[in-house]
């Protein structure tokens, strides 16, 4: 019995991949080279098993102009085609959302912000239980807490609009 290997490589590193290999004896060579140098590093016995994916492939034909629209589609969300498809399916099938990497990352800056919020809070907070002049607030600690409040506001409200964007974008696909 004879196993077949099997990748899938972007053109340009199929091209650069030939280009070496033609320096020794071509590509079939040079990948069984490649494949017995990595087998000879790997101790011998019972193959590891791969954990089990929870995930099934779907092959999925589509018009051209379908393909174009998804392409464009998943690169406007810096996504692969088939992460688009699947967080379409997703957000459907679950109601989950999908954002992009740029999107996450974003999301990511605005948790950091909130979380050095809560510090400050927790800061005022100390600074206002310790600054009672015979029953009084001092007005500064007041001013800064309502600054404060407000810029805790609009990020909340900021993650609102993000997270109510990326559903209304998924919805649209209805």
């Known amino acids: 019995m004879v196993a077949v290997l099997s990748v899938r490589v972007p053109d ?3 091209e650069r991949f030939d280009s070496a290999a033609a320096k ?3 590509r079939s060579a040079l990948l069984h080279r490649l494949v017995r140098e990595a087998a000879a590093k ?3 016995g019972a ?3 791969f954990p089990a994916r929870d995930a099934m492939r779907l092959m999925v034909r589509l018009a051209s102009a379908d393909a174009a629209y998804v392409a464009a589609e998943a690169a406007a ?4 085609r088939a992460a688009w498809v699947a967080a379409l399916v997703r957000r459907h099938a679950a109601g989950a959302p999908r954002f992009s990497r740029p999107g996450e990352l974003a999301l990511i800056a605005t948790h950091g912000e909130v979380r050095r919020i809560g510090v400050n809070v927790n800061q005022i907070a100390r600074a ?3 600054a009672v002049l015979e029953g009084r ?3 500064t600690e007041l001013s800064s807490l309502d ?3 407000r810029e805790l506001r609009d990020h909340m409200e900021g993650l609102g609009e993000a997270f109510r964007g990326n559903l209304a974008y998924w919805a649209a696909w209805s």
């Open 12 to 14: 340009d590193l199929a």
């Open 24 to 26: 020794t004896g071509g």
């Open 147 to 149: 600054d404060l409040r």
């Open 137 to 139: 607030v001092l007005d």
């Open 47 to 49: 193959p590891t098993a």
């Open 77 to 80: 969300m810096a996504l692969p």
């Open 42 to 44: 790997a101790p011998r």
């Open 128 to 130: 206002l239980n310790t």
